[in-house]
């Protein structure tokens, strides 16, 4: 509870004070108090903070692509809204309870999962249509030319296009 909530949450420090010995009444109090937490997570009252520094996160970056976009960078702007939309695609991966590592067979090592095998994965899940997946792939290969160097194969409407889908995307789905 204390690493989901915090030590100053008042959940946390009513738990601390209030079930301090393994009697039958303090294993009631501390599941009524659990019921508490799930109900008000259900409800929308507590949210998550490490979403919220997520997304602030997230924002900031989402902001650097569009300045750059808007001074006539599309490539480092292709390269970090690409960046923001395979970190959502890892947490939305996360918060569905679908791998993001897989065991290499030669080293017996784990290794990421690629953006691409995420995306198809969450659409196999039934998390988001064939449609989404297919923006996606489409997003990802962007952001992979930027990346790679073919500045020519792309130009700044598409920047544009991919940095207000991969926004409404996050919007949907996170």
């Not at 004070?17 to 009524?32: P, Q």
């Not at 989402?62 to 300045?67: F, G, L, P």
Request: hydrophobic fraction near 40%; aromatic fraction near 10%; include cysteine.
């Amino acid at each position: 509870m204390e690493f989901t909530l915090g030590r100053d949450s008042l959940y946390f420090n009513d738990f601390r004070n209030s079930v301090r010995y393994y009697k039958l009444y303090n294993i009631n109090y501390a599941i009524s108090l659990l019921d508490k937490i799930r109900t008000d997570v259900k409800d929308g009252w507590l949210t998550d903070v490490k979403s919220l520094i997520s997304g602030e996160i997230y924002n900031d970056f989402i902001e650097m692509a569009e300045d750059l976009l808007n001074q006539g960078y599309k490539d480092p702007a292709a390269v970090i809204v690409g960046g923001v939309l395979e970190e959502n695609l890892r947490q939305l991966c996360l918060s569905n309870n679908i791998p993001i590592v897989k065991q290499d067979l030669t080293s017996g090592k784990l290794k990421p999962l690629k953006a691409d095998t995420m995306n198809t994965e969450l659409y196999k899940a039934g998390i988001y249509n064939m449609l989404v997946q297919k923006s996606i792939v489409a997003h990802l290969d962007l952001r992979n030319m930027a990346a790679h160097g073919k500045y020519g194969e792309y130009d700044k409407d598409q920047v544009q296009l991919m940095l207000s889908s991969i926004i409404d995307f996050i919007s949907k789905f996170n």
